[in-house]
């Protein structure tokens, strides 16, 4: 178990760039969760995935926003157009059971700085 | 949306002193849990409690939970310089389709001084 792991850790770019994350979850794991948080805040859900299919999108995921998860392995988070509303720390958690009894396993996420 | 209200948003205290830390949300739940968070890193899970569960241990950690008042508190024990961190609630709708999301707090920071 070499736990869930999140590149790059720190992103900064300009204004209207593109930017992709990437997030390996524990191999076992068939689920898989993005979560955004900002200073002082705790986390908020973006999207989920179950192996490969993309289950729930949350209000927050705009369309400049769009995650994968090909194979049910890893996953991809990209944000196009980026804003500076997107400066954010952006995390990924995986978990194995469908029972909802079961703690997320959380990566050490990637920082996005917009400036 | 945030769940619910955490508090207090900030504690400091000395080491070897306990630290409560109390947490409401809004909806009928399947769990709840609380996470560690240290600067600048991911979430650790620490504990979860059912909703038909009132209390639960593990080491110095303490949880209760109260489904009719939908609050929650975390009670860690002896507390230590390394406690020091955010510690969030998090809780499963019961009603979320068995997607598992989780709905956190805004957090407690705690500071524990040696």
């Known amino acids: 178990d070499t736990g869930v792991s999140q590149d790059p850790r720190h992103k900064i770019t300009k204004r209207g760039q593109n930017v992709t994350f990437r997030c390996d979850p524990i191999?076992?794991?068939?689920?898989l969760y993005w979560y955004r948080q900002t200073l002082g805040q705790g986390p908020e859900f973006l999207t989920y995935?179950?192996?490969?299919?993309?289950?729930?999108k949350s209000r927050l995921l705009s369309d400049r926003f769009s995650a994968e998860r090909p194979k049910g392995s890893f996953s991809t988070l990209e944000i196009q157009r980026t804003e500076q509303g997107d400066s954010a720390m952006y995390l990924c958690?995986?978990?194995?059971?469908?029972?909802?009894?079961?703690?997320?396993?959380f990566g050490d996420g990637t920082r996005l700085s917009i400036l | 949306s945030q769940q619910g209200e955490e508090d207090p948003q900030a504690l400091s205290i000395q080491e070897g002193e306990n630290a409560t830390m109390n947490c409401s949300y809004k909806?009928?739940?399947?769990?709840l849990q609380w996470y560690r968070q240290n600067s600048g890193r991911g979430l650790v899970h620490l504990i979860l409690?059912?909703?038909?569960?009132r209390e639960k241990h593990s080491g110095r950690l303490r949880v209760t939970l109260d489904t009719s008042k939908k609050s929650s508190s975390l009670l860690i024990t002896a507390s230590r310089a390394a406690d020091t961190a955010s510690y969030f609630c998090?809780?499963?709708?019961?009603?979320?389709?068995?997607?598992?999301?989780?709905?956190f707090g805004a957090g407690t920071r705690l500071a524990v001084h040696p």
């Open positions: 958690a995986s978990s194995l059971s469908p029972d909802s009894n079961q703690p997320q396993h």
């Open positions: 191999s076992e794991h068939n689920r």
């Open positions: 995935f179950q192996n490969e299919a993309q289950l729930e």
């Open positions: 909806t009928s739940i399947n769990n």
């Open positions: 409690i059912r909703s038909n569960e």
């Open positions: 998090a809780t499963v709708d019961m009603f979320s389709g068995g997607y598992n999301k989780l709905i």
